[in-house]
C-alpha cells in the first residue's frame, strides 16, 4: 500500500468549499478542466491543446517538498458538492510577497467561486506575506472584478505570454498590502 505524502499546507474554510491542497486523485478533473480552451487561453502557463501527461506533472510538483508554489483545490464535497471546482495558487516571490492565480472551471463560473477562494485565501494568509500580487489579462474583465472586489489595487498594465495563446497578452497588474 502506498500513501500520498502530506504536505505542509493548510486548509482554508470557505462558506460553500473548503480550499485544500491537491492529491494525486485531483489529477483527472484537472486534465478535464485545462483541456477546455477557455481556461487555457486565461492563463499564462496552461497550453492548449494539453500535451499527455501535463497535469500529472503539475500534481507531482504541487505535492513536492522542494515547490515554489502552493496550490490548493477548490473542494465542495464536505456539503455534497464537486470535488474539483478549479485552483488557487500562491507562488512564492522574494522580500516576504506571493503571487496570486486561480482559474475555475467554466461549469462555476459567475457563481462566486473565484472571489470567495481569493478572500479565503487573502484572509488566511499562509505565507505571512506582506503584499501579495495578481495579473489578469485584459480581455478577461471578470478576473479583474474579483481582485477589485477582493481588495486588491491596480498597480498597472504589462504583458505576460501565454503558451495557450502562443503570444504575449496586454495585463492588468494588481497588489494587495496585508
Not at 470535488?83 to 510577497?97: A, C, K, V, W, Y
Request: glycine residues 6%.
Amino acid at each position: 500500500m502506498k500513501f500520498d505524502t502530506i504536505i505542509n499546507q493548510p486548509v482554508i474554510e470557505t462558506e460553500r468549499f473548503d480550499l485544500r491542497p491537491l492529491r494525486k486523485s485531483d489529477m483527472g478533473l484537472i486534465e478535464h478542466y485545462a483541456r477546455d480552451e477557455r481556461v487555457a487561453r486565461m492563463t499564462t502557463s496552461i497550453p492548449h491543446p494539453l500535451p499527455p501527461g501535463m497535469a500529472e506533472g503539475f500534481v507531482a510538483r504541487a505535492m513536492s517538498e522542494e515547490r515554489t508554489e502552493d496550490v490548493w483545490a477548490m473542494d465542495a464535497t464536505r456539503d455534497g458538492g464537486p470535488e474539483l471546482m478549479g485552483l488557487i495558487s500562491l507562488e512564492r516571490m522574494d522580500r516576504n510577497q506571493s503571487e496570486v492565480g486561480y482559474w475555475v472551471a467554466p461549469v462555476f463560473w459567475n457563481t462566486g467561486i473565484a472571489s470567495m477562494a481569493v478572500e479565503a485565501l487573502v484572509n488566511a494568509n499562509p505565507l505571512g506575506n506582506a503584499t501579495m500580487f495578481a495579473s489578469v489579462f485584459q480581455d478577461n474583465p471578470a478576473s479583474a472584478r474579483v481582485l477589485t472586489h477582493c481588495g486588491f489595487q491596480y498597480l498597472g498594465d504589462a504583458e505576460s505570454y501565454s503558451v495557450a495563446r502562443d503570444a504575449a497578452v496586454p495585463t492588468w497588474t494588481y497588489s494587495r498590502k496585508l
